[in-house]
């Protein structure tokens, strides 16, 4: 798998090449705010590296995927969302509505976000 894919959006914004408002960068990853948000806070962490989805994951990634979830952890204590809590969400084919396949790790919060899932 290439590091980017050319007509992917979110390598297009991890190299500042599309507008977005992106809130942290590092050598492995990418947070920004979702463009169509869902909750007060909505941000997409995502690796800079192009893996579709979960089902192109490696265990050459898992440092990478760990630290994502450090960076989720640190940027919903920078949005106050640490102590009533937040969501993180990743969807992956068609059955969860994954959309765009650059894998990517919703942090949802900020209001009361009901049950996980409609019955
Ligand atoms: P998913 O359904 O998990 O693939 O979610 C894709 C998310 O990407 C959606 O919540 C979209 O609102 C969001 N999105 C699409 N294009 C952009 C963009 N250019 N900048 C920020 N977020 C985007
Ligand atoms: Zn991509």
Not at 35 to 40: D, G, L, R
């Given at each position: 798998m290439p590091a980017r894919d050319p007509e992917c959006i979110f390598c297009k914004i991890i190299a500042g090449e599309l507008a977005s408002q992106i809130e942290y960068q590092d050598d492995q990853v990418t947070a920004f705010h979702d463009?169509?948000?869902?909750?007060?806070v909505h941000l997409l962490i995502v690796p800079?590296?192009?893996?579709?989805?979960?089902?192109?994951?490696?265990?050459?990634?898992e440092a990478m995927l760990g630290h994502m979830f450090t960076v989720a952890r640190e940027l919903a204590a920078k949005f106050g969302l640490a102590e009533r809590g937040y969501r993180l969400i990743v969807n992956t084919g068609d059955h969860a509505g994954q959309v765009i396949f650059h894998l990517h790790m919703h942090l949802v919060g900020g209001r009361a976000l009901g049950p996980m899932l409609a019955r």
């Open positions: 463009i169509n948000p869902i909750a007060p800079n590296k192009h893996i579709p989805s979960v089902n192109a994951v490696e265990p050459a990634d």
